[in-house]
């Protein structure tokens, strides 16, 4: 059994070969559960520090490393500013200290964190729209100016490691944004829609362990969307759940093939944060998800 979390709305789920965690805000404070992949029942969450303000203003996002580390990121609203809280685990060690990434009234309340070629890479948005680049590696050094990444508008960026260590990012403005590191800027790919009256936001991304890329998001209207890219550069799109969806939809897949969803149903019966597993094989076809559960019973899970 986990605690609810009717008031989160935007969750954020990793696995690897021995874990699935979730990150989300409930109660004004970041948290995360954590289970083994083949477990059936998330734990108790852990603490990680203050999120003030309400929850769809006050994300909480995980990245596992390729070493086992464990990093989250955190938006603190405390009167009219928004600051990224960072803290990481390490394997075989407890939390860090709470650091500051960066603090401004001009942010958005979303950030995410990745462990990349390029070091540890924060990544939020500004009023404005445009992504911002914020190193935690800095943070011990007080916040610091965050500096821009990469031009144009988006919302809710999602950063994933490919395989050669470079950062792949997603943003959702009506249309899905996949955008690939060149070295030296970002090369932009976009995910075709079914029709032109659908309308997309909120995406995530994710890399299965043969390097296909993997995204999710929310329609507008009340579906879950998902979209895997074949070895040939092919988007294939699927519609997998059909219910009002408030906020990120987070994707996780794992190293056997198994896919995992969670997003956030406050309007849904009951309300609270979704998980939802796909075992391996089959992946366009939508029955092969297990119906999907809410987070205050998880169960079902591979």
């Known amino acids: 059994m986990a605690p609810g979390t009717a008031r989160a709305k935007l969750p954020s789920i990793v696995a690897n070969a021995t874990s699935v ?12 559960w954590e289970k083994p992949v083949s477990a059936p029942d998330f734990g108790p969450p852990e603490m ?6 309400q929850p769809d203003s006050a994300a909480t996002s995980v990245f596992l490393g390729s070493d086992d580390s464990l990093h989250a990121v ?22 860090d200290t709470v650091r500051t990434v960066v ?5 958005r309340p979303f950030a995410d964190v990745a462990d990349t ?22 943070a011990h050094r007080g916040p610091r100016q965050p500096s821009p990444w990469m031009r144009g508008r988006a919302r809710v960026p999602d950063l994933a490691l490919r395989l050669d260590g470079s950062p792949a990012l997603v943003h959702a403005w009506e249309d899905v944004f996949v955008e690939f590191w060149s070295g030296s800027s970002f090369l ?20 299965t362990a043969d390097g296909r890329l993997v995204v999710a998001a929310r329609y507008v ?29 987070s994707v996780a897949p794992d190293p056997y093939g198994g896919m995992h969803l969670a997003w956030a149903s406050p309007q849904g019966t009951p309300p609270g944060v979704r998980y939802a597993y796909r075992p391996p094989g ?8 297990r119906p999907s559960t809410t987070f205050t019973t998880v169960h079902g899970s591979p």
Request: charged content about 20%; overall charge positive; proline content about 6%.
């Open 103 to 107: 603090g401004s009234d001009q942010f």
């Open 48 to 53: 990680l520090g203050d999120a003030h303000g």
């Open 117 to 138: 070629a390029l070091g540890t890479i924060v990544v939020g948005t500004k009023t404005s729209g445009s992504v911002m680049r914020c190193p935690p590696t800095t």
């Open 282 to 289: 089959n992946p366009g076809n939508r029955r092969s998800w």
């Open 74 to 95: 955190w938006i603190d609203q405390t009167e009219q500013n928004s600051t990224i809280r960072y803290r990481t685990r390490r394997p075989g060690s407890g939390w």
């Open 188 to 207: 932009r790919e976009t995910i075709p829609r079914a029709s032109n009256e659908d309308c997309h936001a909120d995406a995530s991304i994710a890399i």
């Open 221 to 249: 209207a009340p579906r879950v969307l998902l979209a895997e890219r074949d070895a040939w550069g092919t988007w294939m799109t699927s519609t997998p759940f059909a219910e009002p969806v408030a906020g990120r939809v």
């Open 21 to 32: 965690v979730l990150g989300a805000t409930t109660g004004e404070q970041a948290r995360v």
